[in-house]
């Protein structure tokens, strides 16, 4: 196991912060997640080595937090991840990362991408969620998009140098619309069939399925798909008559019920912890070029010429901090344990897979205790045996600048951000201080900024804090 020669303090209270703010601070940030100890978040659920559960997540590129039938998209059939939903927990304030790289290195490593890297490199001293698996006795795999090597192969930083016994998929990301596909460390070819991907990682994954299928096992599949340039195959082209998008989305959830199906064909479903989600928010706030790119390497089907996807009710889009840009779809299924056609409003984030998938494999112990960990274990929200969980806020960075935090229903946006994209469509905010309660305005379309002057005095100590 990769250990740091860095030790950081983290206490479980933030008495400090609440003598410096206000009452409210002391009410509100008690669980603050930076400052957790794995060894004191973890409640006392303890797993038989009988139970230890198999694990599979499914990671989507750029889908947006409205983009599935149950999140109340119109537009795509998505029957299959819909019924994954009705079997299992739906959550509504899940949430990843801005963008692709920094959100695949914050969910293997439970850290904030500005701890590990920042970009679209995590470093090879940090320790994956698959390596705390593997140490506890999990066959690992990895299938799909990686992106956390510079998008290149790099020995120390790609996923069999990260705790994966196997690995199938591209470094990197498609937006030429082509990826070089390897098998484990051996580069295998570069193709242009972006509409046979979703297929390929899922057959590739069901390979994997079928030859670990007698011993537990954790399945990491990266879709390379929403993320432009999408294509759909000739059956599913056309299939929707709402564009391309939706072909693709519904090719999508098909190939998902494959997967599922061969759980449920292996005896597994029942022993096996399903998490379903995305890596940020839908590509919507560059147009002109999103929609040029896709087009020139593939033909439109019927519907509306737009490659990318919804964010619903939500306010922004990939690559900005608002809800739409990191908030997104997050359904877990486990039979038995998850409790099934439940939808909980409890702030998860992908940061508490490795906490979490620890504790549930019998393996708290490996998670890293000699570096911060921002990820805390959710088993009792995933049980339903609380709906609030473990964690109590929420860090919104774009690369190293933290723009906004969460404490509670209540949202932070700080001023003068500098880190905002070019994209045109990009919604900039007013660069003032903006106050939201995004449960009650999950659209954040209403600054109570001026009317809560203490809430946001205690939330900006903390926050300047943190920087």
């Not at 003598?19 to 303890?46: C, D, G, N, Q, W």
């Not at 109340?72 to 299992?88: F, M, R």
């Not at 059956?235 to 709402?242: A, H, K, P, Q």
């Not at 099934?340 to 890293?368: E, R, Y």
Request: charged share 25%; with cysteine.
């Amino acid at each position: 196991m990769k250990r740091s020669n860095m030790i950081e303090l983290r206490i479980k209270s933030t008495t400090g912060w609440s003598e410096k703010a206000s009452s409210f601070l002391s009410r509100t940030t008690k669980t603050i997640a930076y400052t957790l100890i794995p060894s004191l978040a973890l409640t006392s659920i303890v797993s038989a080595e009988s139970d230890r559960p198999n694990f599979v997540i499914i990671f989507i590129d750029d889908m947006g937090y409205g983009d599935l039938g149950c999140y109340g998209c119109e537009t795509a059939k998505t029957p299959i991840i819909d019924q994954l939903a009705a079997d299992g927990t739906r959550f509504t304030s899940f949430y990843a990362q801005t963008v692709c790289g920094p959100s695949r290195g914050a969910l293997m490593t439970g850290r904030y991408p500005y701890r590990v890297g920042g970009g679209w490199t995590t470093n090879a001293e940090e320790v994956t969620v698959a390596e705390v698996l593997k140490e506890a006795g999990y066959t690992t795999g990895c299938v799909g998009k990686w992106d956390m090597s510079r998008r290149r192969y790099q020995k120390e930083l790609v996923p069999n140098s990260q705790g994966f016994d196997f690995y199938y998929g591209a470094l990197g990301a498609n937006d030429g619309n082509k990826v070089t596909l390897y098998k484990n460390r051996e580069k295998l070819e570069t193709t242009q069939n972006m509409a046979g991907l979703s297929k390929l990682y899922t057959d590739k994954s069901i390979e994997f399925l079928r030859e670990n299928k007698d011993k537990p096992f954790f399945l990491y599949l990266a879709h390379t798909m929403m993320h432009v340039v999408i294509d759909a195959s000739p059956e599913y082209r056309d299939r929707t008559g709402n564009g391309l998008y939706a072909d693709t989305l519904q090719e999508l959830d098909t190939q998902t019920g494959r997967l599922l199906e061969t759980l449920d064909d292996l005896n597994l479903r029942d022993n096996t912890v399903v998490l379903f989600t995305s890596d940020n928010g839908p590509w919507s706030n560059d147009h002109e070029q999103q929609r040029m790119k896709n087009g020139k390497f593939v033909p439109w089907t019927k519907g509306p010429k737009i490659p990318w996807g919804s964010s619903g009710p939500l306010r922004g889009a990939k690559g900005s901090t608002w809800e739409g840009g990191i908030r997104v779809p997050g359904i877990v299924r486990w039979p038995g344990h998850v409790p099934a056609g439940k939808t909980n409003n409890a702030i998860i984030s992908t940061l508490d897979v490795m906490p979490t998938f620890a504790a549930l494999a019998g393996g708290a112990d490996k998670v890293p205790t000699d570096r911060i960990v921002d990820g805390v274990d959710q088993r009792e929200v995933f049980f339903g045996k609380s709906d609030e969980g473990a964690r109590n806020s929420f860090r919104y960075y774009d690369g190293n600048e933290l723009q906004a935090i969460r404490i509670g229903d209540w949202k932070l946006r700080l001023p003068g951000l500098k880190n905002l994209r070019k994209w045109p469509e990009l919604d900039r905010g007013t660069q003032e201080t903006e106050l939201y309660n995004v449960v009650t305005d999950i659209s954040e379309s209403k600054n109570v900024a001026v009317d809560q002057p203490e809430r946001v005095k205690a939330m900006l100590t903390l926050a300047r804090g943190l920087k």
